[in-house]
């Protein structure tokens, strides 16, 4: 089998953390029956260095033709004062809309080794394994319209749009339920019904798609200011949360900074089936460490895993890498950003050196 | 003195704790050289249930004529299903926006005695001290257009609009960083302006009113969902945030969270200096438990402390209430959503009854 992957290793300790799924995928190709074959290109901040723009439209192409894209990590404060129009952030929001990546998945996990790294007590934080699918592709993201207008006399007037429509709002559901049926059966869905009409509408659409086709599923609604409370003080209570863009943008952060350990957590971008989606570490580029080699390819490593399982059809071979990254956790290895005393801490090499010396055990 | 007060009680627990309050300022008007003279009306449910409206105009107009308006709690599942137009949250953005009240003041403070509550760690949360400055009347709550359209072919469309101008954003600019200043002298300001042009014009705006008149004061940006982990992180790095209506509903309900007592929290909305202010507990209407006699009146009473030092220039008064607060809580009584082993479990009523005895000592 035969597959196409595009990497984009971005900026800051984006190459390093790539470098670590280069040798997986070599070991892959030499072990299994899977091929990976990859192409590279610059994104974000060194796509802006190389090419002046973000995203070429070159790598939106090749980003078309693969089955699916690992990206490493994207921007820095070296491009805060670009164009806003080249900014890396334009370069991330327009290969999501123009791939139609409408369904973020961000789990929260707290790995049992590295529960006390997590600022909450660790009763509270035990065995978390919350799943967020955050709709990626509308609301006040892209809505129009938007921009700054200049009112005169000193004054001016900032604008942007939420908008959802039925179909967007019934697609990104759809995935919440299909995803809760195979995990514990509940989902949250997100809104501020309360105050806004588009939250209104969001609840309503989510309600009716239950009703007509996942009404096995447990279906919550809850108001993100409540859910924002929620998560922190008894965040077990959930298993899938469906919300929209903004405010999956926010809950799914506060939901991975509940696990303390951010250099762990992967995500997934998807479109329509068959598409090609995009799996990237929630943490960020960490311009403050880059080239040390000291960073945590764990995320990235478990990106890759989920990449696997959703848009390779290696649903084993991404549970394997899982259950490696599992082991060198018990074997006590960490790099620098989980080190605790009593564990060994490793460059972000060993690291990786260690997860395949596991898939191979 | 003489100052007048219009007190709200609202719906669920909200008339209980409000008349702990009443028993406050019976004691003030006795003890003191200051005269709260109090007007009473519905508010929320309860007004929707006497007079189909859950604000009425002689209720505004009441509020207008006051020093001071104190209100309970609002809502409840009884009215989830009123016309949207006339559900309490209408009632609550309309007194809002109708009295001008565009700074959201939202202490979240960790009481030492009560610092067990919290699930996050004593160790990140001791001592914890932030305010969030929420814009309130402004933004998505209330940009136009807003609605629901009806697309046909089973297709809708839900709409809201976020807009913020030059002064709106400045004057509550202004309120943080005057209060940052009596505080430790530093304000955070949070938007996603790397995605929203309406958070772009809230950056620049809040810069360059730092550069005009606040220099003196530490100016730092982050991004809305950096902040909500930041919160989680280690919240001890916050003083004064100061963010629009929507981010605010949502940071200040983590960050109240974060102290694990809601019960404990007060809350004051602000208008132009000279206009009345609206205080509230942070906390809900709590219909489970509602006329029992066992909800938490110390939010609401700390909630009256603010109001005696925001609104009727008499700080000394407020603070105290504060003291007397402290001292019970240092006594080790505790109504049931604060009540640990070796405390002394009170009701509604024996509370208030032991603040008033605290502040005659
Ligand atoms: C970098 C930024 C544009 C982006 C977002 O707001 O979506 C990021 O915060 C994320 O969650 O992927
Ligand atoms: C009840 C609701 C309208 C309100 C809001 O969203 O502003 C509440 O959450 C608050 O924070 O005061």
Redesign the pocket.
């Known amino acids: 089998m035969n597959k196409k992957l595009l990497l984009l290793p971005g900026d800051g300790i984006g190459p390093e953390i790539i470098a670590e799924v280069r040798k997986l995928i070599s070991w892959i190709n030499a072990h299994t029956d899977l091929t990976i074959d990859t192409e590279e290109d610059f994104f974000g901040g060194a796509a802006i260095d190389a090419y002046g723009v973000p995203l070429r439209d070159e790598t939106l192409e090749a980003a078309r033709k693969s089955d699916a894209i690992l990206m490493g990590a994207v921007?820095g404060p070296k491009w805060d004062n670009v164009d806003y129009s080249i900014r890396p952030?334009a370069g991330?929001?327009k290969i999501r809309k123009q791939l139609d990546l409408f369904a973020n998945l961000r789990p929260a996990i707290v790995f049992d080794a590295l529960i006390d790294a997590s600022s909450l007590k660790p009763e509270i934080v035990k065995g978390l394994d919350i799943l967020i699918v955050r709709e990626l592709t509308g609301g006040v993201y892209f809505g129009e319209p938007r921009g700054i207008e200049d009112l005169g006399g000193g004054e001016r007037r900032g604008v942007n749009t939420q908008v959802y429509t039925t179909s967007e709002i019934r697609r990104v559901g759809k995935v919440a339920f299909e995803i809760a049926r195979k995990r514990k059966g509940k989902v949250t869905s997100c809104e501020k019904a309360n105050v806004m009409e588009s939250g209104k509408l969001w609840r309503e659409e989510i309600t009716r798609l239950h009703a007509e086709s996942y009404s096995d599923v447990t279906l919550e609604h809850m108001y993100a200011d409540n859910a924002a409370m929620q998560l922190c003080r008894r965040p077990s209570q959930f298993d899938v949360i469906v919300t929209d863009n903004l405010f999956g943008?926010i809950l799914s952060?506060e939901a991975a900074m509940l696990t303390g350990s951010l250099g762990m957590l992967p995500s997934a971008a998807l479109g329509a089936p068959g598409s090609p989606g995009l799996y990237e570490p929630v943490h960020g580029s960490a311009p403050d460490i880059a080239g040390q080699g000291i960073a945590n390819p764990l995320a990235t490593i478990l990106s890759f895993a989920m990449l696997l399982k959703y848009s390779l059809d290696s649903v084993a071979l991404g549970e394997q890498i899982e259950a490696a990254v599992q082991t060198v956790l018990a074997e006590g290895l960490r790099t620098a950003d989980i080190m605790v005393e009593g564990c060994k801490k490793v460059t972000t090499v060993e690291m990786g050196d260690a997860v395949i010396a596991a898939l191979k055990a």
Do not use: I, T
Request: aromatic share 0%; glycine share 16%; hydrophobic share 35%.
């Open positions: 921007g952030e991330l929001l943008d952060d």
